[in-house]
Structures are given as C-alpha cells and as structure tokens.
C-alpha cells in the first residue's frame, strides 16, 4: 500500500513537471525591425548592439524583418558622415549583405516581407543607377524567398505561397503567423518608370489576389489547428492619413485603409477574417513614424484586431521591437517594449 502510494505521489510530481514544463514551452516572444539601415549610425547598430541582444536573449525565437533594409538612393550629396552609407537597397550586394548580417549577428531565423526601397523604388531617377522594379523583384526573390530562412526549425511547419513564395506561414507556440507582400507606391501601381506599365499593373493585381487568397489560407489553416493567436506581417502602413489627416471621416484607423483602394481588399479581408477568429489577430507594419500599438475597432466600436507600428524609419534612437504574445490575457494578448529602449509603447497612433 505504502509503495502504491509513492508511486501515485511520483507520478503526479511527473504530470505537474510536464504541464509546467508545456506551459514554460508555449511562451513566445519575437523581435521585429523595418525601414533600416537608412543611416550609417543604423547600421551600426544593428551590426553592434542589436546583434549582441537578440543572439544573447534566448527567449527571442526568431525576428520579422518589415522590409526597407536601407534606402533606394544610398543617401543625399549633403549628408554628413553618421548618415552616409556604402551601398543602396536597390543592389544584390546589399540585399546579400543583410543576410548575412542576419546570420552571423542575429543567430536566429529572419522571415522577410519586402519593401518599396527593396524594389518598387529602384527605378526612380535619384537612384544612383535606376532599375527596373520589377528585376529587383525577381531578385529579391532569388536573393531571399529560394528557401526557407536558414536554420528554421522543421517544427514550426513553414511554407510559402507557391505564387508569391514571399508570402510565408509558420506556427510557434500555439501562434500562426504570416507575411503578406503589400508595399508602399500603392502597392506597385504609381511611378513605373521603366517597366511596361500595363504588365507591372497587371502583376500588381495578381500580388492583391494572391495576398486575399493568402490571408484566408492562413485564417483557415488558423482555425483548423486551433492557434491561440494570428500575426500578420507587412511593409506597408495602410492607415497613413496622408492628406487627409483632418477629415473627421478618416478618424478611425479601419476608415482610413478602407478609402485607399490599393489596400482596402487586404484590410477588409483582415477585418472580417479576425471577426470570425476566436483568438487575438495583431497586424505588424512599418513604413511610418510613430512607433505605437493600438486596436482597431469596427465603426460599432467591436474589437477586430491590434495593429503595430514597429520602431524604424529615422526614428531619432534606432531600436528593435519586442513582442511577448500571451494569447490568454483577452485584454493585453501583446505586450510590445524595445531592444534596447524602455518604456511602453505608445497605446494610440497619433500621426
């Protein structure tokens, strides 16, 4: 009797170590980072102190990175010394150079959506040697979306969109996340400048069709593995009031997407997709200052989903954001800091 007594102790000591030891499994954080190196000071820190953070911090799975990794015109005929940088992200050469910083400083798996500075801008005339955007395209996608990122773990359940292998989907900890290709110069339709424009308009369509089928594959494949929570990552900030940032109209963010019509699809797609999703949705954008987090509520005031503004873009301290996803927390699913910086994040988007 006595020793089926230790032996029922033993085994629920086993079942508690092994739920804590799930709970302890399921903790997620991830750091992401776009629109940089712009400056010479930026690329030095993410060589430098980033790359020592996000090796060393064990927590941190892997990092997102938003696209514009650097800018298309390498810099102005003016700029001081800390601005000044080698190269332009409109050339093999750097896109190479960010993978390999990638892997030899950050040591984890970079998942990359591309930015206009990556492509649709590369044939404008301030380029140092203007391109055509959609040859930067197509090396984009050699450079970078010929395989999974490296050392992915097999687990996560990666793939890309067979269309658009930009567009990626892979699972942590209960979580589904996803990129979406869409950029800024309204999504590759304004200033083609060395392209035929019908066929790169008709490209950009594609892109849009592949992205709504892309969002409802995620959300389906979401839903059938019962993920606690969905990411989705992109360049582009598609609630940028732009010129219209005093009309009353455009005072909700969704209102905002939704007059744009090159991203209207994509964020009314978003909305209904994370209205019928059980579990927290957080969209993760650049492309704009300033860095912030807030919920995007529907014109009856219902919560449809988080979107992030991550840190990036000439900010005045360059940093890394952060993100802890706790999918069971209803009010506060993503809690957001810096790399390096403290303090919250902004809790409203003020443009």
């Not at 970078?144 to 292998?165: L, T």
């Not at 492309?287 to 449809?304: F, Q, V």
């Amino acid at each position: 009797m006595v020793r089926l007594k230790r032996f029922a102790t033993i085994v629920s000591t086993l079942a508690l170590l092994t739920v804590a030891s799930a709970a302890q499994a399921e903790t997620l954080r991830f750091a992401v980072y776009g629109d940089m190196p712009y400056t010479a000071g930026e690329q030095a820190f993410l060589s430098g102190r980033a790359s020592e953070e996000i090796a060393r911090d064990d927590r941190i799975s892997f990092v997102i990175a938003l696209g514009d990794l650097g800018r298309p015109e390498g810099y102005p005929k003016d700029a001081t010394p800390d601005v000044r940088l080698k190269t332009t992200a409109c050339t093999d050469d750097w896109q190479v150079a960010q993978r390999r910083l990638w892997r030899d400083g950050f040591r984890k798996p970079v998942f990359l959506t591309p930015g206009d500075n990556d492509w649709t801008d590369c044939d404008a005339d301030r380029v140092p040697r203007p391109v055509s955007e959609l040859s930067r395209l197509d090396a984009l996608r050699r450079i970078h979306f010929s395989g999974p990122p490296p050392s992915v773990d097999p687990i996560w359940r990666y793939r890309a969109q067979p269309a658009q292998p930009e567009n990626a989907t892979w699972f942590v900890a209960g979580v589904r996340f996803a990129t979406l290709h869409m950029v800024g110069t309204g999504n590759g339709r304004r200033r083609i400048e060395r392209d035929d424009k019908d066929v790169a308009l008709a490209l950009a369509d594609a892109r849009d069709a592949s992205n709504l089928a892309w969002l409802a594959e995620v959300f389906g494949t979401a839903r059938a593995e019962e993920a606690t929570a969905v990411v989705v990552a992109m360049q582009v900030d598609p609630f940028d009031p732009g010129k219209n940032k005093d009309d009353p109209n455009m005072a909700l963010p969704l209102s905002r997407c939704l007059a744009q019509p090159a991203f209207a699809p994509v964020c009314r797609a978003l909305a209904l997709q994370a209205l019928t999703f059980r579990g927290p949705v957080l969209l993760v954008h650049g492309d704009t200052n300033p860095a912030c987090l807030e919920e995007i509520d529907s014109a009856d005031g219902h919560r449809l989903f988080w979107r992030l503004n991550a840190w990036g873009d000439f900010t005045l301290l360059p940093d890394i954001t952060v993100i802890d996803v706790d999918a069971e927390n209803p009010y506060k699913p993503f809690k957001v800091s810096g790399l390096v910086q403290d303090g919250a994040m902004p809790g409203t988007c003020n443009y």
